[in-house]
């Protein structure tokens, strides 16, 4: 493989002698904000951190972290900061490197890491692994499963796992998706609230006041909150939670109206009504995604051309993830490319 050499220093002495423990210590400090704390997770007593540290400012020729005489906290510099974007990044690429050799050594018979985000995820694989089986008997996938994709990102990232599912678009990252499925949203209410009836579509003033079970993340589903506030209404969230089932038992037992995904509703639940909402797009794009530099495995990459293959070809999934289209399009997948 020829080496692109623009992309080589010129004078390879000139590079900063940043040591990969070093880069490390220094992340920890700027999470934890303690020399201390930074210690413990990293397994170091305090004063090895500080030495790494200032090992670090005396090749980076910048002060980095200031810290008050006395103060148990400590603050960033600009140079900091900056030093710190880049060394997450350089940190999370040798621990992809790593991955790829331990994957390189294990060739085919290392397993397929995937992680996917509940209710959809769950569902999208369960065919995805028996088509998987069935063309590569000998294959092993290993899927966790997670309350929002937002862990996903850094586990791909790192090497931790070879594919995802996530909403689009995705978090910033150095990622390649291709679009799957698009779900609907909608928002469940306790059936005896008089909002409107079963099904029809709820105006964003409707809710104003109005108990919310509301989600923790912008990643956890469309950002209900955020339109509430635009409308000029103050949300009154009384409950914060992820998982869905969580959402479902709150909302049929009267606590608050949640969004949650179409399948999530049983369309004859006596305690919860579904409805739209207007003005308020409740469709939410899902894509499989990778690392755009790391190298996949010959068995993920069929993984990822088998998820690719039979999510152009299928044309709905239910709850219990039997073939059939769904009605008033629960999920609709993207085409074939």
Do not use: C
């Amino acid at each position: 493989m020829r080496v692109n050499e623009r992309s080589l220093p010129s004078d390879p002495e000139r590079l900063p002698a940043f040591e990969p423990r070093q880069l490390a210590a220094l992340v920890a400090v700027a999470q934890t904000g303690s020399f201390r704390l930074a210690g413990e997770r990293l397994g170091y007593v305090q004063s090895a951190v500080s030495r790494q540290i200032a090992a670090l400012e005396e090749a980076a020729g910048a002060r980095l972290v200031e810290r008050a005489s006395g103060a148990l906290e400590i603050a960033l510099t600009p140079a900091g900061e900056l030093l710190v974007r880049h060394a997450e990044a350089l940190l999370a690429r040798q621990a992809a490197a790593r991955a790829d050799l331990d994957r390189l050594a294990a060739g085919e018979t290392g397993a397929v890491r995937v992680g996917v985000p509940q209710g959809v995820g769950p569902r999208l694989l369960r065919r995805v692994l028996s088509a998987h089986r069935e063309r590569r008997p000998d294959a092993r996938v290993v899927a966790s499963e997670f309350a929002t994709d937002a862990p996903l990102f850094e586990l791909v990232e790192q090497g931790a796992l070879d594919l995802a599912l996530a909403a689009l678009p995705l978090a910033p990252g150095p990622f390649e998706h291709r679009q799957l499925v698009r779900v609907r949203w909608v928002l469940a209410t306790p059936a005896r609230w008089s909002l409107a009836r079963r099904g029809d579509a709820v105006e964003l003033a409707d809710l104003a006041g109005r108990p919310l079970v509301a989600r923790h993340g912008d990643r956890a589903g469309p950002p209900l909150e955020a339109q509430l506030q635009a409308a000029g209404h103050e949300p009154n969230v009384v409950f914060r939670t992820d998982l869905d089932d969580t959402v479902r038992s709150l909302v049929a037992a009267g606590v608050g109206a949640g969004l949650l995904p179409s399948y999530g509703v049983a369309a004859d639940d006596p305690a919860i009504a579904s409805h739209t909402l207007e003005t308020v797009p409740l469709a939410q794009p899902i894509g499989l995604f990778w690392h755009r530099e790391r190298m996949l495995s010959p068995a993920a990459d069929a993984l990822r051309e088998t998820v690719g293959e039979l999510y152009g070809r299928l044309t709905g999934v239910s709850p219990s993830g039997d073939r059939k289209r769904p009605p008033a399009g629960d999920v609709t997948y993207a085409a074939r490319p």
